[in-house]
């Protein structure tokens, strides 16, 4: 639904030389003036925001590679203005504790979405996501936004990379082999993690929303956590199964 709609406008937005970064910084924009509309007590308004920002936020990517404009730093910005966003959503609907603890979760659970995908292309030898096409950074934005994802997401992917390995490793012995963690990265994985996705997220958020109920979504975040924990332990089955019982192998998705 939204990613058609934002890949018919990266043709107009490439001939007006948008700069992709800038699309980053409405789309928070849009999504902060979203989350004090919430904490209003508004419904349609905020609901139809939140399903703009998807399609910008869709767009951003789409068109810095179109346009061979992405950069480090716009990669760096755009996954750290997500998570603005969605503190400033949960903390709308829940106040500040409870609201930045779901926003960690959250994070959580896209961490997931995103080691799942990697690992999937990985064992397959396929390129995850190509080296930015543009140099040229400012060192020190660049190296402010490092800093935060360093403090934020990296604990997070360590320990969620520590604990799938180890867990594989528990299953098939110290040294799995290739065959091996292809079973344990199916494709049946990427599809229920891509339907966790930010996107999922804020159609789900916004649909709470119109019909005055926010507090839907975010009590579906332990929710959401508890699916992924089975998944996990479903993909480790998969990979004590003989290959002839498997699910046959499909060709992964571009996410």
Request: proline share 7%; net charge positive; aromatic share 6%.
């Amino acid at each position: 639904m939204f990613r058609p709609l934002a890949q018919r406008l990266v043709d107009p937005l490439a001939r007006l030389h948008v700069n992709p970064a800038h699309v980053v910084l409405l789309h928070t924009a849009i999504g902060l003036y979203a989350a004090a509309r919430i904490r209003q007590g508004q419904r349609l308004e905020p609901a139809l925001l939140l399903q703009l920002k998807t399609v910008l936020d869709g767009l951003d990517g789409q068109l810095a590679r179109a346009t061979g404009q992405t950069t480090e730093t716009g990669r760096y910005l755009d996954t750290e203005m997500d998570v603005v966003v969605n503190a400033a959503l949960n903390v709308a609907i829940e106040g500040a504790p409870l609201g930045l603890a779901l926003t960690i979760l959250q994070s959580v659970i896209l961490s997931v979405d995103y080691l799942w995908e990697r690992d999937h292309r990985a064992a397959r030898g396929e390129v995850f996501r190509d080296p930015p096409a543009q140099a040229g950074d400012d060192p020190r934005m660049l190296a402010v936004l490092k800093a935060v994802y360093a403090a934020y997401f990296t604990p997070q992917e360590r320990v969620l990379e520590t604990v799938f390995e180890a867990r594989l490793r528990q299953v098939v012995g110290p040294q799995p082999t290739s065959a091996q963690r292809r079973a344990y990265t199916p494709v049946a994985i990427n599809a229920l993690t891509a339907n966790l996705g930010l996107s999922t997220q804020l159609l789900a958020l916004g649909l709470a929303v119109l019909v005055g109920r926010p507090r839907l979504y975010t009590r579906s975040l332990p929710v959401q956590a508890a699916l992924l924990l089975g998944a996990q332990w479903w993909r480790e089955a998969q990979v004590q199964r003989p290959p002839s019982a498997r699910p046959s192998a499909q060709p992964s998705s571009s996410g």
